[in-house]
């Protein structure tokens, strides 16, 4: 398999790469550093810090945020803690440049979920390492990235490493449940982020395909939550007697409707593009729709095709989970009211009340109350011409020259929606190659990350934030 890199990019390399091209440039600075030292380093951080038991809730997240300002003041990087709820706090560090470019944030969140300990091979909150991987709860999501962002800070710091750009690191309270952090930010504080170029955070995803290749997934787009209640109300009654309009059976007959419902196909330029991308890895006649994937939908067959793949659908329409479904708490009870959830995924530019339009078409009853029970917010995305975009490709390409990078449209929710409307441009991307079977353990028993993967991506992880600090 070969990647194609433009002409403009290898010369965009070359500039970056020559040294002396740049003041302070990475290229110069990267032969001098004590890597065996930091890389230990990283691996002794992430277990120390996973250890910090934040599952939220509570989360407990102030904690996790005197952890970093004691290794920031230690190393004399300014720091704040701020606190905004018992128990919960966010942390703000920032190193210096010249000033001549706008900054770059470092975003992660000192929450993880909650994890039941007796469905591990180690305590999910120990930190232990057992044949190449490091357990815990937050490994993947995302304590090891906060890790890697923190470790680029310490080591600029320390090697005092000229830049242009502001280096700003932040770390979020509850961004698992309710974003209060980030939004606490926005809202108390929106002076420490404005003004920023760049923004990179979770939400990208670098799968190992055996036999295939390897996808670096730069999250340039996210869709978003828009969960339902849809609710029936009739006459209950005693189970042995049937009543053939009850509140469950409405809301049955209702839901066999939603949950056989393919929504209208969207295809949005950087789903195009990922698809374009990933091509390669499939076979013939595949790959040569995917290169095509705009032609190749007019076709239904082909629609039905794509359809069926999990990976592949989420991308290309909103989506729609049965998720709950609530009626009566005793078997010999007709309830006279049913109700369900529903958790329904929009893409960037689709109307939520357009789709609760079409949502009550496909439902057919009106007595069928439908409500939307989450706070909806606007679905945004980032354009993948930037100098960070190009960066991340050279850096890859450097490290695996046959690693495929393309945009990715994120099926979860992340905090990159939040400041985006900012002005900010926002990345999903942490630079660690996963198996899909290592990768499905985010939010699941035995969550782990490859230690020589982590040793690895603090020096990609660093060229990445220098250069484009200095350009």
Known sequence: MRVFIPRTVWLAMLVVLLPGSLAGAPGAELPNL?????????VRLLQQYIRIDTSNPPGNEMAAAEFWHRQFDEAGIPNTIYPYAPGRANLYAVIKGDGTRRPIVLLNHLDVVRAQPENWKAPPFAGEILDGYLYGRGALDMKDQGVLEAMVMLIVQRAHIRLKRDLIFLATADEEVGDSGSAWIIQNHPEL???AKYLITEGGSNLIYPGKGTVYGVGVAE???????????????HGSIPIP???PNQLVRALYHVVNWQTPIHLLPAVEEYFHAVAPLEGEPLAAQLRNIRQALAHPDFVRQL???PDFNYQLRDTV???MLKGSEQT???????WAQIDVRLLPGESPQEFLARLRAVVGNDKIKIEPLSEFRQPNSSPTNTLLYRIIEQVVHEYNPR???APVLNAGYTESQMYRPLGIICYGFVPIELTPEVDATEHAANERVPVDQLRRAVKMFYEIVVRTGNQ
């Open 34 to 42: 004590d890597w065996p030292r930091y890389q230990d380093e990283t």
């Open 403 to 405: 690693a495929i990078v």
């Open 332 to 338: 010999n009870v007709i309830p006279d009211t049913a």
């Open 223 to 237: 869709k978003v939550p828009f969960w339902i209640r849809l609710k029936a109300t009739a006459r209950g009654g």
């Open 307 to 309: 359809s069926r793949n």
């Open 245 to 247: 309009d009850s509140a």
């Open 193 to 195: 982020v404005r003004g």
């Open 321 to 323: 989970s049965l998720t």
